[in-house]
């Protein structure tokens, strides 16, 4: 069963760090493009961000999975540190993604290009949040 969890687990992982790359090459992609016609193309491909949080609710679910089966104070004793910092950035994660979500919303509902600006600066901070947890995990559990 942990195996069917840490299968879940990455993928989840590869989903939504996956996410954040897409969309920083993303917004690379489209600063050449009139603040309309940006708005425009943001508009479909926020889509993707959807991926995302996709991604950090099979990290979630399989994670606690994963703690539960194995056993919480194992885990926590086994993972040290490292584990501790990783359980931080998470959180730091969804509370940096739900405020996203609040920007984005209010993208699509009122055109509000201030919006999708205040979101896209948060890409580059969730990217490197997602990579602190990969490799808080790796440091733990090596």
């Known amino acids: 069963m942990q195996d069917f ?15 954040s790359f897409a969309m ?3 917004g690379v992609a ?23 949080s996709i991604g950090l609710g099979l990290l979630i ?3 606690l999975c994963m703690l539960f089966t194995r056993g919480a104070s194992t885990v926590f004793a086994s993972g040290g540190v490292a584990f501790h910092i990783k ?8 509370g940096l993604i739900g405020f996203s979500q609040v920007k984005i919303k209010r993208f699509r509902e009122k055109e ?25 995990a790796v440091l733990a559990f090596h």
């Open 61 to 63: 679910a399989s994670g």
């Open 24 to 26: 920083m090459r993303l």
């Open 30 to 52: 489209t600063q050449d493009l009139a603040p309309a016609e940006r708005g425009q193309f943001f508009r479909r491909a926020l889509a993707v961000a959807k991926n995302g």
């Open 87 to 94: 359980l931080t950035l998470v959180l730091i994660l969804c």
């Open 112 to 136: 509000d290009a201030a919006a999708l600006a205040a979101a896209a600066k948060l890409g580059p901070i969730m990217l490197i949040t997602g990579l602190g947890i990969v490799i808080c």
């Open 5 to 19: 969890f840490l299968i879940v687990h990455f993928i989840g992982l590869a989903m939504g760090v996956g996410t």
